[in-house]
């Protein structure tokens, strides 16, 4: 055990730290979740790729930076640190990018990964379908093969990313006759194809951060397939496995919410109106949380280098980060008091609307990824062992 | 940077682990409530044969000179087994403070006979009023105003007060402090004694760990097996998400523990920290998994012969041990929101910090 970095990695954090010191936006940029804003973040990422930081962990020949976890983590770190923009092609090149690796063929890897890492191509994820949710092994929509072709028919739902991305990955069900798990398949669909129809919904905060797909007889080649056919389950598995665990939510994203808590309860509690007693406590303890967050992803990081492999103690994650970040958020909400309803636009607003946006933001945790109901399922029968039926 | 244990370590734990199975079922553990002493001179000399009293002796008094990072999974050990004895004391605070009190002829006397078993030494501190094995105890270390004492058993008066883990023995203790008896003071003996406490609470935090993990294990056994309208208990919903909650909770518990071994074997500034924060969190994972795991056992977890509340009365009485949770939550808010001690996120730098 050796928790110090090496000259190297203190090195490589320097050189991130002086990149985003000289590169990330002084202001904002508008809401990923408008035309105007995805564009905006499609640009940061064509940035940060031109910089040779899209992809930090990816191979240099797929548009990465040929670095292994730890500098990932490290770049992470001084990513949220600089309070750089969220990462717009998320579903590519946290989700289907590190899938696309394990499951596809030499020519798909060529294809897609180069401009997923360069935002060229921005992803939305096709899991659910009206009657497949939770129960995703429900799934309707079909792909009939025609010649060269799958046909595809159905709709997907909660796509998000949708309203505005250039793909959508999802499982279809390949064989009509086939039940549940099987007979589905894993394919890679450009939301320009014909018969494609994609209406946005409105989130929460009135923004369309996800939609509707409609796919009537949409021909997408056989190429698209990603692994076997009628292996569509186990590719996705893996998917979900990268997007419960280690890739999506790195810790630094809630080391950095605890500490701006920390800083918001220091003015809470200099100020003349007395704070919650509770909420001192309430607020270490999220800070010893999302540090604990961190440690645990060190040593699955640690793990992983070593030749281990992440499996299903991501539930474990899931549950453990987005029940974070929403604790978080309503101390935040309860040490702003009075204010804390303010949009950001409110003129007495001074900041701490943003705290209201996490708050609405960090409530969809606990239910995209899998709703954690659905993780504790796991982690009660596949890590603990206890009885499906 | 490399979060993780060695081959050998595992290896230790393993060598311990199946130790404990075979030497410390819970039938022991049992046995031993009813005996006077509590305590079993020749288990422990069985557990010095293996090395564990002696880990953190020097190698120049005989020990094996090995540090917390080794010890941490040992102690996780410990607390599956609910494993009774002075471990805490006698095998984690008190190698360290003798060696660092700089009295050779103490250290001489001492170190070699915690190594090999044959001395016990009980450790007093001023977080608590209460001194646990003193009544085996050869040596007892005891504070006394800003001083440390080093006195042996004859010395003492120690008054019995049963508690709730028939396992953990308390005693009110009372001696005449003198110049003879006196091996620290002043800012040296405060130090020492905040290391004596870290070292404590880690100890306590580790066994948590395993106390935490061994509650989980024996729930699911009996989830398993208990079968009402006519399927298994744990096929039910409300146990399994129960027992999820419970399982995340020591999973995540389980890094800070570790940190905090590395952050005391390596004497780092933010030490006392990352003690506490390890001890919060251990102890909350394995108080909450005491709450399911006698749920899950229903009315046959609430009888005296169902093993379970081994462990539950081991995770209560591990909560007040070396500084109760509130003193250590209080320790991480003082340091983390008003700067009181030194408090580093890790790997993320602070604007500010660079």
Redesign the interface.
Known sequence: ??????PE?EAFRKEA?AWLAANVPSTPLPSLDTAEGFEAHRQWEKKLHAGGWAMVPWPVEYGGRGADL?EW??FE?EY??AGAPGRVNQNGIFLLGPTIMEFGTAEQRARYLPKMASSEEVWAQGWSEPNAGSDMAAIQATARIDGDAFVINGQKTWASRGAYADWLFGMFRTDPDSERHRGLTFILVPLDAAGVTVRPIEQLDGEAGFAEVFLDDVRVPLENQLGERGQGWQVAMATAGFERGLMLRS??RF??T??KL?EL??ET?AAAEPVDPGL??A???C???A??????T??T???LL?GGKIGA?AS?NK??WSELDVRMHEIALQLLGDRAELLPEAPSARGVGTWLDGFLFSLSGPIYAGTN?V???I???R??????? | ??????EDQRLLQQTVREFLEGECPVAFVRGLWSSETGHSPEFWAKLAAVGVPGLLVPEAHGGLGMDE?DLVLLLEEAGRAALPGPILATATVAPPLIASLGAETLAQRWLPAIADGSAVVAVGHPLSPFVTDANIADLLLLPSGDEIHAVEADSVEAVYQPGNDPSRRLFEVRFEPSAATRVASGEVAQRLTTAAIDRGALGCAAEQLGVGQQL?DLA?RY??QRKQFG??I??F?A???M???V??RV??????V??AA?SIA?DVATRSVDVS?AK??ASDAALAAARTALQVHGALGYTWEQDVHVWMRRAWSLDLAWGRNAWH?AR??DA??DGALPAA???????GT?
């Not at chain 2, 940077?1 to 060695?6: K, P, V």
């Not at chain 2, 999973?251 to 800070?256: D, G, T």
């Open positions: 055990m050796e928790l110090r970095y090496t990695q730290r730890l983590l490290i770190e949220y640190r810790p630094a080391q950095n605890a500490r920390v309860y220091r509690a001192r406590d607020v270490a303890r800070w010893m949380d540090e604990a967050y961190a440690l645990n060190y040593q990081v640690s793990r070593s103690e474990l549950i453990f109901e993780q504790r399922n982690i009660a029968e890590i603990l062992g206890l009885p499906r039926k | 940077m490399q979060f993780g244990f060695s990072v989980i699911v989830a398993c399927v298994p744990g096929s919903q146990i399994k998400h027992l999820a909650d399982a995340v999973e995540y518990a389980r890094s800070v570790y940190r590395h390596r924060a919060v969190a939550r991480v808010a983390v929101i996120t890790f790997g993320y730098a602070a604007p660079d």
